[in-house]
């Protein structure tokens, strides 16, 4: 993993939808490729790893041209599918298991894809005695749990005096301040954006390094429990 670099950024395409419109405001100006320039519209059509994202559209404005290219360390194109994209980000999920520290956000503008990403199309119910079974649309979530779950019970049976336990927390950020959502949900208080009763104290620990003082923690066994 650090041969690779400890901090990765991927950038994925999506395609156009319907609430997107048609026409010239619903063009496409995306483009993906490898390094060498082949353009692919899907990673199997790929020589080799996308890297590079390529922007080109006519500014209205100023009637002027506008290409740029952008180098990541892999590029998503759009119809790319969930399993694809989670397959490069499962081996810093084996890292956390393995004890070290990972984080993984999506950053991007309001209809950019963040949310189908990172939880997947809206149609899983977490309370279904299937929950446990990861579904074709299902994003980073809920096969980062999965994962996280089956290596644990995979270990503890390899080896038998290993036990994993695992811990959630849910928190908002909001206006710069921090908002613990379990504790609401426990002590039937105000939510985050508009409450201060699950409001949380960021605080600065002695030997380097930053927590959430009171943060609420909840033990779990599986992803039906998250």
């Known amino acids: ?18 609430v997107d419109g048609s026409g010239e405001n619903a063009a496409v100006v995306v483009s993906c490729a490898t390094v060498d320039g082949e353009v692919a519209e899907s990673m199997g059509d790929a020589t080799g790893p996308l890297k590079v994202l390529r922007l080109k ?28 994209v989670y397959e490069k980000i499962r081996p810093f999920v084996i890292s956390a298991v393995d004890g070290y520290d ?25 309370r279904s005695g299937d929950s446990d079974n ?11 749990l999965q994962t996280m779950f089956d290596e644990a019970r995979s270990r503890a049976q ?13 928190t908002e950020i909001y206006m710069e301040e921090v908002f613990d959502l379990l504790k609401s949900a426990e002590a039937g208080g105000a ?29 779990v066994h599986s992803s039906r429990d998250v």
């Open 102 to 126: 990972v984080c993984l956000f999506a950053y991007g503008q309001t209809g950019s894809g963040k949310t189908f990403t990172m939880e997947g199309g809206g149609n899983r119910d977490y």
């Open 134 to 144: 990861v579904q074709t649309d299902d994003g980073i979530y809920a096969r980062a």
């Open 158 to 170: 390899a080896c038998g005096t290993m036990v994993y336990e695992f811990q959630i927390s849910m």
């Open 191 to 219: 939510t985050g954006k508009t409450g201060k009763l699950n409001k949380v104290e960021l605080r600065q620990k002695k030997g380097g390094g930053v927590y959430a003082e009171g943060l609420t923690r909840v033990q």
């Open 57 to 84: 559209f006519d500014e209205v404005a100023t009637t002027r041209r506008v290409d740029s290219e952008f180098e990541f360390e892999g590029v998503f194109p759009k119809g790319v599918q969930q399993t694809e």
């Open 1 to 18: 993993m650090e041969l690779e670099g400890n901090i990765r950024v991927f950038c994925r395409s999506r395609p156009v939808l319907p």
